[in-house]
């Protein structure tokens, strides 16, 4: 389950897209119902996505649902198999194409991280501030919850996998102010994502995932639950837990 981030930021481009925010609460849940493995693909990853609360935004707010909808479904496409706009379509959440805007080709989100995960994605905003009608968002997620399917059996443990991105958002400039429409407000729910558009009509307009300098608490981190002398590298016949999404999405929207 060796991923490189840096790697993949200078194969995106240094200056893109992208997005985060959440609540997670003390004690551990069970993982979901379904079993990972019934569910996994090559080309899908079999993901969730918890939020860990943080003061720097409100969750709930229409900016905490674009930022949750935005990077949890970049999370999705960068984790399939392939690499390609279908992918990006069927792996991000209803509307992420869209949302992508003019700042990065939607052939170029998949498939950085390669195909076979499964567990769980925690996320983190430790940044925010509003610059005219656009948001600037610093934004920590946190990868070592998750397993990567090799040759049948999950690549799991190792050290803290875990980076971060500031990216910029807001109303599309192409559209009218009165034709203009922000995300909805209160998204929550048992469901894995949202079953239609969480976006509105606003875009993303900058990422930039080299953020070492920038963003180093977000780097170098367990994520709630981990624990920090877990084992090196190993191969297990299970892939980890996909627990439940928190906040999570309104409705029964599948994984």
Partial sequence: MDRTRLVRSCTVVMAVVLLAAGCHRGDQPQPTTSSPA?????????????????PAIDLMSPEGTFIRAAFESWERA????????????????????RALGNSISPALVTGGAGGGWAGTIYYEVVSFRQEGNQFV????????????NSLGRYERGG???????????????AVAPDQQHEPPANQKGPALRPSGNVFGTWVITKID????????????????????????????????PVLPPDPGWPGAGGA
């Fill in 78 to 97: 960068d984790h399939s198999l392939r690499r390609d706009v279908d992918t990006v379509d069927a792996g991000g959440y209803p509307g992420f194409v």
């Fill in 209 to 240: 995932l080299v953020t070492d300098k920038t963003l180093p608490q977000c780097h170098n981190k367990y994520p709630p639950g981990v624990p920090t002398d877990r084992p090196d590298k190993y191969l297990s016949a299970d892939p980890a």
């Fill in 137 to 148: 968002a610093g934004v920590c997620d946190y990868l070592s919850a998750l397993s990567q």
């Fill in 38 to 54: 019934d569910g996994l693909d090559k080309y899908k990853p079999n993901v969730s996505g918890r939020w860990i609360a943080n």
């Fill in 159 to 173: 050290p803290p996998n875990s980076t971060g991105h500031w990216f910029t958002f807001g109303p599309d400039p």
